[in-house]
């Protein structure tokens, strides 16, 4: 394999003289095109940086993810649920507490609390459990009865 | 101004407070010869310009990982080589171009090129090289224009030293080929 006698031999000239040209001060610009293009990539990277992760990676941010918004999802909702599921609770609370700590109270004194509600009058004579049928159909728990006596 | 070497260059980069006046200093050493390693692939000036500052931004991003197997200059004349490699590559795909065309458009390309000052001769040269297989022609241009020792050039094409200079030599003879049937 000689590399001397051959036809390049003969180009030696060639070599010396470059046949490609670079616009003026091509050289000298280079650098700040090069800073910018950095500049703009490390601000592209974001979301991007994630989706450049194998797929392992990008199937564990998305676990992550979706328990994250399960707990967050939980946390607002709980207490439309716990409302309900405490519904029957609220009942025997209820009816403990007026047994037990409002037995001097009477019905009418009871509902005369809640006197802007038109129904009220209208089961001021009535028995325990028509105040508790009110109660529960008004949404009235016992802090509420509390902070009102 | 203070010469540094490739290996005070790399720890000016690798400390955060001089890692930009580190990189600056390592563009300003080897955007020269890196562009025109690019530019005798891809010949035309704009693409070889996309292809420098891309090979850049990857030396930027992957610098901090560098483990030293080879020399910083045959690291990133690796990546050059490839971002050429991925180009010549995209343009067939996306084209649909068969390899031959491929070389056909970078021959229409030098005839076009603004860019480009050479007389018959080199233009002849630069074609004969453009029919050489993509592979062989990089080996080629390491070898007669940058004049890449052999043991460099297998770090930075990861092939033995053997299968280079069998290609080189089969590069040579190509040439000469075409050189006598024009």
């Known amino acids: 394999m000689d590399e001397k006698n051959n036809i390049l031999s003969k180009f030696e000239s060639l070599k010396k003289n470059n046949p490609y040209k670079v616009p003026e001060d091509y050289f000298n610009t280079l650098l700040p095109r090069i800073q910018e293009k950095i500049e703009a990539d490390k601000k592209r990277t974001g979301i991007a940086w994630v989706f450049s992760f194998n797929p392992v990676v990008k199937l564990s941010f998305l676990v992550v993810g979706i328990v994250f918004i399960a707990v967050i999802s939980f946390k607002i909702l709980k207490p439309f649920w716990s409302s309900n599921h405490n519904s029957n609770s609220s009942i025997d609370e209820i009816v403990l507490y007026l047994d037990n700590q409002v037995y001097s109270i009477d019905d009418f004194t009871l509902l005369s609390v809640f006197e802007t509600n038109k129904d009220a009058s209208n089961i001021k004579s009535s028995n325990q459990n028509d105040t508790i049928n009110y109660l529960l159909n008004n949404d009235i728990g016992i802090e509420d009865i509390i902070s009102e006596l | ?182």
């Open chain 2, 1 to 182: 101004m203070t010469e540094y070497n490739d290996k005070e260059l790399f720890d000016l980069f690798l400390n955060t407070e001089t890692r930009h006046y580190g990189f600056n200093l390592l563009v300003n050493k080897y955007k020269e010869r890196l562009y025109w390693h690019i530019r005798r692939m891809v010949i035309n000036h704009d693409d070889a310009d996309d292809l420098l500052q891309n090979t850049f931004l990857k030396i930027w991003q992957g610098l901090e990982r560098f483990r030293g197997e080879s020399s910083l200059y045959t690291w990133f004349y690796r990546i050059a080589t490839n971002e050429c490699i991925s180009f010549l590559n995209k343009q067939r795909t996306r084209f649909f171009l068969p390899l031959a065309d491929v070389e056909k458009k970078l021959e229409h390309s030098l005839e076009t090129d603004p860019w480009f000052d050479g007389n018959e001769l080199q233009k002849k040269l630069q074609k004969a090289m453009l029919n050489l297989p993509e592979k062989q022609r990089l080996v080629f241009n390491l070898r007669y224009f940058e004049e890449m020792p052999y043991e460099e050039m297998s770090k930075v094409l990861q092939t033995s030293e053997g299968a280079l200079k069998a290609s080189y030599h089969h590069a040579v003879k190509k040439i000469e080929k075409y050189f006598e049937s024009d």
